[in-house]
């Protein structure tokens, strides 16, 4: 059994796709437990920003992966990688399909591609350098730069996102090869695991924008500016801290503080999940994948079509 492959699932896509209902309904069907791969999900107290499953959804199948790290804890990719693997074999052990499901790309490639176990250079005076470059000129001079040896790496990292910027030009610094010929070279399948990653795609870009348009106004309902507040004011958004930087919270705070209205905030956090959605999807679509269709005709599939399609391609793939 030491040689045994543990088999596992994805669900990913982009916020709002309709990512978790699938991942429940795929749990519930084939005996699956859930194994959240969302950067965000891992902090405790933030809830309605991060769009976390509901008790009744994690109810509804075992959930893992969430509620692990306060907000001002730091947690790499790497972190990530080993202790979701093993958790995807603690949960097969039980006889259970692992069932990954969420919207962080790059957790995911650092399972699929057993990449965590491997040191990573650095270079503390290019890093400095570059970010005072960044403080000088600004976030955008910095992308800029990168976009001009790397554009698929500048496409998959917003702007703002500062410190993986500097970590990609940083590599090709230190290597002389861009980011994403390096991930390219070091991608191998990892030995303990298969993913099959099912990317819940959509075709009409004007449908998930509304959706998430949607999704916004609920979590404003829900509480998300108050949600804000109280973590900031309990010390929980630390400037700099990888949480406190996360969309939604960074955009009301600004509300919070009194530096701009309720309105502009809400505004800006729908540009910005907009924003991200679109780098999801290349991301998703440059990576190993089966694409199921989320959309048909300008509306969303059944939810019962989703499901047999991601069956049938499971049970493919476990068949193998």
């Not at 891992?42 to 509804?60: F, S």
């Not at 962080?104 to 005072?132: I, K």
């Not at 996102?161 to 090869?177: D, Q, S, W």
Request: net charge negative; with cysteine; hydrophobic share 40%.
């Amino acid at each position: 059994m030491e040689n045994t492959v543990c088999k596992c699932l994805a669900v990913v896509g982009a916020t709002a796709s309709g990512k978790t209902a699938l991942a429940i309904d795929l749990a519930r069907a084939m005996g699956g437990e859930i194994i959240s791969c969302d950067s965000m999900q891992i902090y405790r107290h933030m809830d309605i920003g991060t769009a976390k499953p509901t008790v009744e959804e994690q109810a509804a199948a075992p959930h893992h992966m969430i509620d692990i790290l306060s907000p001002t804890e730091p947690f790499s990719a790497a972190d990530y990688a080993t202790r979701a693997e093993a958790c995807a074999l603690a949960v097969a052990s039980r006889g259970a399909l692992p069932i990954f499901c969420g919207g962080t790309g790059l957790y995911l490639e650092a399972v699929r591609s057993a990449r965590h176990g491997e040191p990573m250079e650095s270079d503390g005076a290019f890093r400095a350098e570059m970010q005072a470059l960044a403080e000088r000129e600004g976030a955008l001079a910095l992308h800029a730069r990168l976009a001009a040896i790397d554009p698929e790496a500048a496409e998959a990292t917003h702007p703002n996102n500062v410190k993986r910027v500097i970590r990609a030009l940083e590599i090709y610094h230190l290597t002389g090869r861009t980011k994403t010929e390096t991930d390219r070279l070091a991608s191998s399948e990892n030995p303990r695991l298969r993913i099959l990653t099912l990317f819940l795609d959509f075709s009409d870009r004007a449908l998930l924008y509304r959706r998430i348009d949607e999704r916004v106004e609920a979590m404003v309902a829900a509480g998300l500016f108050e949600e804000t507040e109280r973590l900031y004011r309990e010390g929980l958004l630390v400037p700099g801290t990888t949480a406190a930087g996360a969309i939604g919270y960074k955009e009301c705070l600004g509300a919070v503080l009194g530096t701009k209205s309720r309105e502009e905030a809400i505004e800006e956090l729908k540009v910005a999940t907009h924003h991200y959605a679109k780098r999801q999807k290349t991301w998703f679509s440059a990576h190993p994948h089966v694409r199921i269709g989320a959309d048909a005709e300008g509306a969303l599939r059944p939810r019962e079509d989703l499901l047999a399609e991601a069956i049938a391609h499971a049970n493919a793939f476990l068949s193998e």
